[in-house]
């Protein structure tokens, strides 16, 4: 009961620091604004109908700015804003531990992140249902998670919030650019199989093309185990740098 409520404790003031940061707050209104503007110039303007091929890459340009904009920046930005206001150490006299301080994290973002992933469905005009969209669902989430965690460890890293802007761009750069780009440059497709971005690529492609998608062994590894090694490499940098009493 009492990790519950350090966890909903956390979770609120996670909450209470987003609303109150417009910075922050830009990242899901730009993406949706990006991905209403990228369908005004793909579809076809005398009846308004997009390319199948046009509106799977406005999916994955979609999904690639959530994850990277909303999970990893967002998720980075208030961490490196709790370490300035030195909120991090409060938590930590309160004993709260990596655990709980990582559930409570992570709920409003991911929520937040899996919110905008299922609204860009409508906006870019896919039409998906049944099987194909609980696929999208369940890949999403957890690219989503993957993506939030990846945030709080660049957070946990960062001394201030302009450090961890700095920090983000090259993780950005790999996550969003090499799948973005993987069918224009030769090599990087088979580095964008490794990616958990590059694997949710290729899945909205198919679900934006009305092919039910199914993942193979590997993809589902890369999927769980960026996730699995993404946790693990935050909770060991939570107790690293101090955050935790033993």
């Known amino acids: 009961m009492k990790a519950i409520k350090k966890t909903w ?3 609120a003031i996670k909450y209470e620091a ?3 940061n417009m910075a922050v707050l830009t990242g ?3 993406t949706i604004g990006l991905v209403l503007l990228m369908r005004f110039i793909y579809q076809d303007k005398s009846d308004g109908t997009i390319h199948p091929e046009a509106l799977a890459s ?7 700015l959530n994850m990277c904009m909303n999970g990893v920046a967002m998720v980075s930005s208030l961490i490196a804003e709790e370490k300035e206001k030195h909120t991090l150490r409060v938590l930590m006299t309160a004993s709260v531990t990596g655990g709980e301080y990582f559930a409570g994290t992570i709920l409003v973002p991911l929520l937040l992140t899996v919110g905008v992933n299922l609204l860009i469905l409508p906006i870019t005009g896919c039409t998906v249902s049944g099987a194909g969209l609980a696929i999208y669902f369940v890949i999403t989430v957890i690219g989503a998670a993957t993506s939030c965690v990846i945030g709080m460890i660049i ?3 960062s001394k201030n919030q302009m450090s961890a802007s700095m920090l983000c761009m090259p993780v950005l750069f790999v996550f969003t650019l090499i799948p973005l780009f993987s069918g224009l440059i030769e090599g990087l497709e088979k580095i964008t199989g490794y990616l958990f971005t590059g694997v ?3 899945a909205a492609g198919e679900i934006a093309q009305g092919r039910v998608y199914h993942l193979d062994a590997f993809q589902t590894a890369v999927l769980i185990g960026e ?3 993404a946790v693990l490499v935050f909770l060991l940098a939570y107790r690293k740098n101090g955050y935790e009493k033993d």
Request: net charge negative; no cysteine.
């Open 200 to 202: 949710l690529s290729e």
């Open 9 to 11: 404790a956390v979770a």
């Open 58 to 64: 406005l999916l994955v340009l979609g999904i690639s």
């Open 18 to 20: 987003l609303v109150h």
């Open 28 to 30: 899901p209104f730009m």
């Open 155 to 157: 957070g946990i890293y």
């Open 227 to 229: 996730l699995v090694i």
